[in-house]
């Protein structure tokens, strides 16, 4: 394996994750390499084999995880990357609840608490939250306004959530349907917080949470609100336990 390491992928190669036999001298440079994502897919087929290798891998790890150092699994966390893996019919199911469950066992020991309960809340107008990096010329904004445009402000209170702020226009058409414009501070357990703080009835997460460990995908694997809803930003399940809900159309999956 180390021979062919300089020469070709890990999922091309075809041989079974030895996580828990590699020594612990060489564990970390071998996760590196077991996770690196594909810069291109070369051949037929080879998005399948690189889904089935990261579901393979994801499995070998989990029994490891007690004995990893802190820092190699951060480092296995945030280089997770499932894009090349999307290009495929097959069922990605498995895949992506391996994904999530090792990104929620992650937080998990590190302190954070991703379930919640939001207290009773007074009567007034349904809150619904929509979650996006930043309001920016990209595809996150106009699914932002497509879902925005057509929402009925006497009947629900809208706040818009983001990472940072833009003078773009795009910015302004979004927070022009909206009743608040929240940035959220930089520490994720602040983040998680200041959501919180709002009681919204009704999240929906306008990025992909399912492709790289974002800092969005962090906050989705939290319970932020009542209902929690995954949008056709995130072209597979999110595999996450707090996701109640994926949103799509019929123009969007039809036949």
Same mark, same amino acid.
């Given at each position: 394996?180390?021979?062919?390491?300089?020469?070709?992928?890990?999922?091309?190669?075809?041989?079974?994750?030895?996580?828990?036999?590699?020594?612990?001298?060489?564990?970390?440079?071998?996760?590196?390499?077991?996770?690196?994502?594909?810069?291109?897919?070369?051949?037929?087929?080879?998005?399948?084999?690189?889904?089935?290798?990261?579901?393979?891998?994801?499995?070998?790890?989990?029994?490891?995880?007690?004995?990893?150092?802190?820092?190699?699994?951060?480092?296995?966390?945030?280089?997770?990357?499932?894009?090349?893996?999307?290009? %495929?019919?097959?069922? #990605?199911?498995? !895949?992506?609840?391996?994904?999530?469950?090792?990104? *929620?066992? @992650? /937080?998990?020991?590190? $302190?954070?608490?991703?379930?919640?309960?939001?207290?009773?809340?007074?009567?007034?107008?349904?809150?619904?939250?929509?979650?996006?990096?930043?309001?920016?010329?990209?595809?996150? %904004?106009?699914?932002? #306004?497509?879902? !925005?445009?057509?929402?009925?402000?006497?009947?629900? *209170?809208? @706040? /818009?959530?983001?990472? $940072?702020?833009?003078?773009?226009?795009?910015?302004?058409?979004?927070?022009?349907?909206?009743?608040?414009?929240?940035?959220?501070?930089?520490?994720?357990?602040?983040?998680?917080?200041?959501?919180?703080?709002?009681?919204?009835?009704?999240?929906?997460?306008?990025?992909?949470?399912?492709?790289?460990?974002?800092?969005?995908?962090?906050?989705?694997?939290?319970?932020?609100?009542?209902?929690?809803?995954?949008?056709?930003?995130?072209?597979?399940?999110?595999?996450?336990?707090?996701?109640?809900?994926?949103?799509?159309?019929?123009?969007?999956?039809?036949?």
């Amino acid at each position: 394996m180390m021979a062919c390491s300089l020469f070709f992928p890990e999922h091309e190669l075809g041989l079974r994750p030895e996580i828990e036999g590699t020594p612990m001298w060489m564990l970390s440079d071998y996760l590196e390499y077991l996770f690196e994502p594909p810069a291109l897919l070369l051949r037929p087929g080879e998005s399948l084999r690189y889904a089935r290798h990261l579901e393979a891998a994801l499995h070998h790890l989990e029994p490891a995880l007690e004995i990893l150092d802190p820092q190699v699994e951060e480092m296995v966390v945030r280089q997770l990357n499932l894009i090349q893996a999307y290009f %495929s019919d097959e069922d #990605l199911r498995g !895949l992506m609840t391996a994904r999530a469950r090792l990104i *929620e066992r @992650f /937080l998990r020991r590190r $302190g954070f608490v991703l379930e919640y309960s939001a207290p009773a809340r007074g009567h007034g107008k349904p809150r619904i939250g929509i979650l996006a990096p930043a309001y920016v010329p990209r595809a996150e %904004s106009a699914f932002a #306004l497509a879902h !925005l445009a057509g929402l009925d402000r006497t009947a629900f *209170e809208v @706040f /818009l959530y983001a990472l $940072g702020s833009s003078p773009k226009p795009v910015e302004a058409a979004c927070r022009s349907h909206a009743d608040h414009f929240v940035v959220l501070p930089l520490d994720l357990a602040q983040q998680v917080a200041r959501i919180r703080s709002d009681q919204i009835d009704l999240i929906l997460i306008l990025t992909n949470i399912g492709a790289v460990t974002s800092q969005i995908a962090l906050l989705s694997a939290h319970r932020l609100a009542r209902v929690q809803v995954a949008s056709m930003a995130t072209p597979v399940t999110t595999g996450f336990s707090q996701i109640d809900v994926f949103l799509s159309s019929e123009l969007n999956d039809g036949e």
